[in-house]
């Protein structure tokens, strides 16, 4: 491993966080690190679990802890799944191929992004794991078909449907700093280099990874499509509930449906076929001042009443955030910064850096509650506060 990962001071995710801020320049290290318009969903995230309280049961020996898990009938070793996180390639050469490689090394699951830098059967064969395919219908229905198609001859297991981007959030620091020139390339970009200077080695792997970046994932009909206004595309090609009729026939398989904030869509989704559920805020990059997800979690769960399996990501910074969600009846958590941190620090032996902090901290989590498995964990591990019961029962 990496001596800046593997160092005795990198200790939890803040530290990955700092040597991805030291290697990166700003354009990609705050689209990693940033959040739509004032950011209060993308801070709300993280401090939401800071507002739950444990309940241990003492004196009660846990000599061994298993973390294993089934998600959709897939084992992984630990309830923590890889999110699907765009343009990873601009923090890390190969940069999915890299998270998958640690994901499936550390016995869990990866999930691509449509948004990826690296051919999806590329990242299939990168990892020993399962792994799911995240869609976005940019580039229309047929583009979307081949895609689809794609993702099921390389193996990938499940189907992930994200219904929260009708349009893109309002990424502020983005169009600041120049991600969309960094992507783009050509003039535009010449502004920017002096903040691409000062890392000259991000700046070296990223040239030898071949600097522009284009979605091979997308295929239109003049070849992949290249970096272009996300937003706009997007916008074209929001998912209705509608989609997901051809969406499953086209797939046949497992559909996770991603993006669900009140129970009403999670009652919807059900009803449209969906076989898994992620409470999700999109890390707060989408519509700002929305509840964080782990406050949401409780009235999903109820609306859902056991019928499908319920996923969650957003804030998720730390072991003992991933147990609160699971006392709150997550089957397991995903986890998108806390791993493109490491990625962006160290490549695969950052993200497997990110991976094992999680780990130690369930595991020694669990034992200060008294518990072995994850699949003994409820809601009496915890105390939430008064007011979110309310919301999950109404």
């Not at 990866?110 to 794991?129: F, H, I, N, P, Q």
């Not at 076989?275 to 009235?299: F, K, M, W």
Request: charged share 20%.
């Amino acid at each position: 491993m990496a001596r800046s990962v593997a160092s005795p001071r990198v200790v939890n995710i803040a530290d990955l966080r700092r040597l991805a801020k030291r290697r990166l320049p700003r354009m990609a290290f705050d689209y990693i690190d940033g959040g739509a318009d004032r950011e209060i969903t993308l801070r709300d995230n993280c401090a939401a679990f800071d507002e739950i309280l444990f309940r241990p049961r003492c004196a009660v020996a846990t000599p061994r802890c298993d973390l294993s898990t089934t998600v959709l009938g897939a084992k992984i070793d630990l309830p923590v799944i890889l999110a699907p996180v765009g343009s990873s390639r601009m923090f890390y050469p190969r940069g999915e191929e890299a998270a998958a490689r640690a994901a499936g090394r550390a016995g869990t699951l990866y999930t691509l992004s449509t948004l990826s830098g690296c051919r999806l059967e590329d990242v299939k064969a990168a990892t020993s794991g399962p792994a799911w395919y995240q869609l976005y219908l940019v580039g229309g229905h047929e583009v979307a078909r081949a895609a689809i198609a794609r993702a099921k001859a390389a193996g990938y297991q499940a189907l992930v449907v994200t219904i929260d981007t009708p349009v893109a959030g309002m990424r502020e620091r983005d169009p600041r700093n120049g991600t969309k020139e960094l992507l783009g390339g050509g003039l535009p970009m010449l502004p920017y280099l002096p903040q691409m200077l000062t890392r000259p080695g991000w700046l070296l792997d990223w040239f030898a990874d071949g600097g522009l970046m284009d979605f091979p994932n997308i295929v239109l009909q003049d070849g992949p499509m290249g970096y272009a206004d996300v937003a706009a595309a997007l916008e074209q090609s929001m998912v209705s509930w509608a989609d997901l009729k051809w969406i499953r026939e086209a797939w046949q398989g497992p559909v996770v449906v991603k993006g669900v904030h009140i129970g009403d869509d999670a009652r919807r989704a059900i009803d449209e076929g969906a076989d898994a559920l992620v409470v999700s805020n999109h890390g707060g990059r989408q519509l700002d001042t929305v509840s964080p997800t782990i406050r949401a979690l409780p009235e999903i769960v109820a609306a859902v009443n056991g019928q499908v399996e319920v996923l969650m990501d957003g804030g998720v910074r730390a072991g003992s955030d991933v147990v609160k969600a699971l006392c709150l009846g997550a089957r397991a958590v995903l986890i998108g910064r806390a791993y493109a941190y490491g990625l962006a620090a160290a490549g695969e032996a950052g993200v497997a850096r990110a991976i094992e902090i999680l780990r130690a901290d369930i595991i020694r989590t669990l034992k200060l509650l008294g518990v072995d498995s994850p699949a003994k964990l409820d809601a009496s591990y915890t105390q939430p506060p008064a007011a979110w019961s309310a919301r999950a029962s109404g």
